[in-house]
């Protein structure tokens, strides 16, 4: 490809202040806020696929900032100071992701999050229902809100699960359209003069001079800054980085007549996870079941996941009503041990922002605010 660029595609094209790898929510949130704060900085984001190839439009939609038993899972991992700051980051993405987007585009709605509980789970559930008044507390500084978390039994019969005794809600959650979101995001870039070059996959990069030189399929680009926001994929450059890869396999039905519910759910820890899509139910998880074979960024589903997801739909979810499956898919995600993305200079001039362990949406725009100021520090 680089023998037949002509001079003018070089310059123009392949020469850039800042590279920016990934066209997901981290990697266009930073080229948004580096071109709003340095207008005459040139952006190029470089993009694997032809769509964002990780998780940005394949997720579920979830605006949401964690149920009481994830909370007290990472609660456990990160203390309760850190736990308050990560619902704080996460809490402030989904205001900056709102304040940018604007809440008709990203089709969002606050129809309220619900955590389920089984029958047999009557310790968990006992241990959920003694921490919403500690939770309730401390997010009250953050969201402004009192009573955030509540008991929400009464709702069971009108919802119609099978299999559940009880619940407990989020006033605050919300469900969004991810596809719509990054449509929106890719048409701010734009007009800010964001250049996006999809089908371009990065390959490897090096120094040289005072430059960084970016090899892709496309041929060779040189940048200033090189900004790396592949989440799951990131390994592929720095190994030495603490994350890895995990699938979260999905599926939605067919439009269902009177569908009794909306809003969004979690279930077993936050491992399975459903809302409504209008009339239409996604329903996704399954890791937990096998997290050796989970841990990989290849694209597909298992049966064992698929089987399951279909029994709690049978069986939990949809008991007793007719169903049928429309579309499955699924996205790669990035864990690790610990619960913070990783925003960083990795080497000069060449940073990253990634590992959002599960909460993109939340978090995704406000660490691609932060690696933008990361960026702009040398410029």
């Known amino acids: 490809m680089a023998a037949h660029l002509s001079y003018w595609e070089k310059v123009n094209f392949y020469r850039s202040d800042v590279i920016i790898v990934g066209s997901g929510i ?3 949130t930073a080229a948004i806020a580096i071109k709003k704060q340095q207008p005459n900085i040139s952006v190029t984001v470089l993009e694997r696929g032809f769509l964002p190839s990780g998780a940005s439009t394949k997720n579920a939609g979830f605006a949401c900032f964690g149920s009481i038993s994830e909370l007290i899972e990472q609660e456990k991992i990160c203390g309760t100071d850190g736990l308050h700051a990560l619902i704080k980051k996460r809490w402030l993405g989904l205001q900056k992701l709102r304040s940018l987007v604007g809440d008709a585009r990203l089709e969002l709605q606050i129809n309220g999050g619900f955590e389920l509980f089984k ?9 959920c229902v003694s921490k919403i008044s500690h939770y309730n507390h401390l997010i009250k500084d953050i969201t402004q809100e ?16 099978g299999k559940i005794n009880y619940l407990i809600s989020n006033k605050l959650e919300g469900q969004l359209d991810p596809g ?14 964001v250049s996006i070059l999809n089908t ?37 450059f720095f190994p030495q980085l603490s994350l890895k890869p995990g699938r979260g396999q999905v599926m939605i039905t067919k439009p269902i007549e009177n569908l009794k519910w909306k809003g969004t759910f979690h279930y077993d820890k936050g491992y399975y996870y459903f809302r409504n899509v209008g009339n239409r139910v996604l329903l996704g998880g399954g890791r937990n079941l096998d997290f050796f074979t989970e841990e990989t960024h290849q694209f597909g589903e298992t049966p064992l996941v698929q089987n ?6 049978k069986e939990v979810i949809l008991p007793e009503t007719t169903f049928e499956i429309e579309q499955k898919w699924s996205g790669i995600m990035a864990f690790g041990p610990s619960l913070s993305p990783i925003i960083k200079e990795v080497r000069p001039n060449v940073f990253c922002a990634v590992r959002c362990n599960g909460m993109g949406i939340a978090i995704g725009s406000q660490t691609g605010q932060e690696a933008a100021e990361l960026v702009l520090k040398g410029l």
């Open 26 to 28: 981290v990697g266009l």
């Open 119 to 127: 029958k047999e789970n009557g310790s968990l559930t006992a241990e």
């Open 146 to 161: 009192t009573g955030v978390f509540n008991t929400s039994a009464e709702k069971l019969e009108s919802f119609g699960f």
């Open 180 to 193: 719509k979101m990054i449509k929106a995001l890719l048409e701010i870039a734009s007009s800010l003069g």
């Open 200 to 236: 371009c996959e990065v390959t490897a990069f090096e120094a040289k001079e005072n430059e960084q030189v970016v090899f892709s399929s496309q041929g060779n680009f040189s940048t200033k800054k090189l900004l790396c926001c592949t989440n799951a994929f990131a390994n592929q």
């Open 308 to 313: 399951t997801l279909l029994r709690l739909l």
